[in-house]
């Protein structure tokens, strides 16, 4: 399921309208600081904890879960770096009968929860705040934090502050764009999301398990969708790509090439021929070992059928204005990124946004932080991917995902979304030593787990 995404001018507004509909501040307070302490037990054993209270409705949350913690029967002590400063927090502070102590004066515990500073900060922490947060965090046994860790931007995951290492992270009706935008989702450890009665529609979201098309009782190996590939100087990535689209439920893979390419199946069709004008083409694939050929390109871009751009492709494209009018999605890692779309301002998001905007392409913009982003405004964010995707060849093993997903009939967003999901789920089941090749192998597990 989709968990949407808001920034933090989006959360305040979701919340002021949660109230003006009649849902008090400090019932929201309640609710978060409840889901903050449950989750606490849910994941963490019986162990001393220290709850760290900012000024603000952070901090209140803070003294909400102090309170449900110490009803659950933990052992609570509640360090504060200064008096509340909102009515709901001065609200949360007059429930905790128990002793509040200087931040300053705070202890290493087994159990730290973070509730200084979440969504909205916009400048760095004060040094001596953030070493003796930094001390405490990197010292627990587990650490915990509220809605975000302090010091985080909420809305492009930039670090305002040295921050320590979470194990945890408890959120609030919506996810936040820093909890899947890198630096600092690195930090995050496992991101809980709490329903707290606040309606988080969005257009941008974290993408989830997908709706792959029905294999129709009636349907044949041009039905399921025919992927061609066009084929260059390095034919071992179009294999992997051509391999990967036929995992991905493709009918029918076939690879225009100039030479054989060794290790394809014989199920995937070599040709030496290129007829992209036959209707029968679900999604064009270019890129992957392309080198340096542009009439490859400029080949796909005259044919009337969506295209995948990956890999050497992006670099010849020249300016993105040339794709407006062609159903296209493009998969650049950051160096293509910025060589296809410039040096610009902005975060991540942001430029996803405004590189689809200026292409009218879908783009799925490569990383830890994978975005995908829609001429029309949607922005999905990945989930966390294994680590282990670093290596060579997996970004062609996603282009062949995408096409696939896409002569299936899904539209060029959902395709590439689909696609992004499933990548990282692969790798998962293919495991940490694993090579492109075996990513490949674990795409119709991944889909089966569907």
Same mark, same amino acid.
């Not at 966390?384 to 290596?391: D, F, I, S």
């Given at each position: 399921?989709?968990r949407?995404i808001?920034?933090a001018?989006q959360?305040?507004?979701?919340?002021?309208?949660?109230?003006?509909?009649?849902?008090?501040?400090?019932t929201?307070?309640? @609710?978060?600081?409840?889901?903050?302490?449950?989750?606490?037990r849910?994941? #963490?054993?019986?162990? *001393?904890?220290?709850?760290?209270? $900012?000024p603000?409705?952070?901090?209140?949350?803070?003294?909400?879960?102090?309170?449900?913690?110490?009803?659950?029967?933990?052992t #609570?002590?509640?360090?504060a770096?200064?008096?509340?400063?909102?009515?709901?927090a001065?609200w949360?502070r007059s429930?905790?009968?128990g002793?509040?102590?200087?931040?300053?004066?705070?202890?290493?515990?087994?159990? #730290?929860i973070?509730?200084?500073f979440?969504?909205g900060?916009?400048?760095g922490? +004060?040094?001596?705040?953030?070493?003796?947060?930094?001390?405490?965090?990197?010292n627990a046994l587990v650490?915990?934090?509220?809605?975000?860790?302090?010091?985080v931007?909420?809305?492009?995951?930039?670090l305002l502050?040295?921050?320590?290492?979470?194990?945890?992270?408890?959120t609030?009706?919506?996810?936040k764009?820093?909890?899947? %935008?890198?630096?600092?989702?690195?930090?995050?450890g496992?991101?809980?999301?709490?329903?707290?009665?606040?309606?988080a529609? &969005?257009?941008?979201f974290e993408?989830?398990?997908?709706?792959?098309?029905?294999?129709?009782?009636?349907?044949?190996?041009?039905?399921r $969708?025919?992927?061609?590939?066009?084929?260059?100087?390095?034919?071992?990535?179009?294999a992997?790509?051509?391999?990967?689209?036929?995992?991905?439920?493709? $009918?029918?893979?076939?690879?225009s090439?100039?030479?054989?390419?060794?290790?394809?199946p014989?199920s995937? #069709?070599?040709?030496?021929?290129?007829?992209?004008? *036959?209707e029968?083409?679900g999604?064009? %694939?270019?890129?992957?070992?392309?080198?340096d050929?542009?009439?490859?390109?400029?080949?796909?871009?005259?044919?009337? @059928?969506?295209?995948?751009? *990956?890999?050497?492709a992006?670099?010849?494209?020249?300016?993105? +204005?040339?794709?407006?009018?062609?159903?296209?999605?493009?998969?650049?890692?950051?160096?293509?990124?910025?060589?296809?779309?410039?040096e610009?301002?902005?975060?991540?998001?942001?430029?996803?946004?405004?590189?689809a905007?200026?292409?009218?392409?879908?783009?799925?913009?490569?990383?830890?932080?994978?975005?995908?982003?829609s001429p029309?405004?949607?922005?999905?964010?990945?989930p966390?991917?294994?680590?282990?995707?670093?290596?060579a060849?997996t970004?062609?093993?996603? &282009?062949?995902?995408?096409?696939?997903?896409?002569?299936?009939g899904?539209?060029?967003?959902d395709?590439a979304?689909?696609?992004?999901?499933?990548?990282?789920?692969?790798?998962?089941?293919?495991?940490?030593?694993m090579?492109?090749d075996d990513?490949?192998?674990?795409?119709?597990?991944?889909?089966? +787990?569907?």
């Open positions: 399921m989709a949407p808001l920034t001018e959360m305040r507004a979701a919340e002021r309208q949660a109230i003006a509909s009649g849902t008090p501040e400090t929201l307070m309640e @609710r978060a600081g409840q889901a903050l302490a449950e989750t606490v849910l994941h #963490v054993g019986p162990r *001393d904890v220290l709850l760290l209270c $900012g603000g409705n952070n901090g209140g949350d803070g003294y909400v879960a102090a309170r449900h913690l110490a009803a659950m029967g933990y #609570v002590k509640v360090a770096w200064a008096d509340p400063t909102s009515d709901a001065r949360a429930q905790w009968n002793p509040v102590e200087p931040f300053a004066s705070a202890t290493e515990t087994p159990i #730290v973070d509730c200084l979440g969504t900060l916009s400048r922490l +004060e040094q001596s705040l953030f070493q003796r947060l930094m001390l405490l965090v990197d650490a915990i934090a509220c809605d975000l860790p302090s010091g931007s909420s809305d492009d995951g930039a502050s040295p921050i320590g290492r979470y194990d945890l992270t408890v609030f009706g919506a996810l764009p820093a909890h899947r %935008l890198m630096p600092a989702m690195a930090s995050m496992r991101v809980v999301l709490a329903d707290i009665g606040i309606d529609g &969005s257009a941008w993408i989830g398990a997908p709706d792959l098309p029905p294999l129709e009782p009636a349907g044949h190996k041009y039905s $969708g025919l992927v061609h590939c066009l084929a260059g100087q390095m034919p071992g990535a179009i992997l790509a051509a391999n990967a689209a036929a995992r991905s439920g493709a $009918g029918y893979v076939r690879v090439t100039s030479l054989p390419i060794d290790g394809l014989s995937i #069709v070599q040709t030496g021929g290129a007829d992209l004008q *036959d029968r083409i999604c064009i %694939l270019v890129g992957p070992g392309l080198g050929v542009p009439q490859v390109l400029t080949l796909a871009l005259t044919a009337p @059928r969506p295209i995948v751009i *990956d890999a050497d992006i670099g010849l494209v020249g300016e993105p +204005e040339r794709l407006q009018g062609h159903d296209t999605i493009l998969t650049p890692h950051e160096g293509e990124f910025r060589k296809l779309f410039g610009s301002e902005g975060s991540k998001a942001e430029r996803a946004l405004e590189a905007r200026r292409s009218q392409s879908v783009i799925v913009y490569k990383g830890p932080d994978t975005l995908v982003a029309v405004g949607s922005l999905a964010f990945a966390p991917a294994p680590a282990w995707l670093a290596t060849g970004g062609d093993v996603l &282009s062949g995902m995408i096409a696939a997903l896409r002569a299936r899904l539209g060029p967003f395709a979304c689909a696609a992004v999901w499933l990548h990282g789920r692969a790798a998962e089941v293919a495991g940490s030593a090579i492109a990513l490949v192998e674990a795409i119709p597990l991944a889909i089966a +787990e569907l």
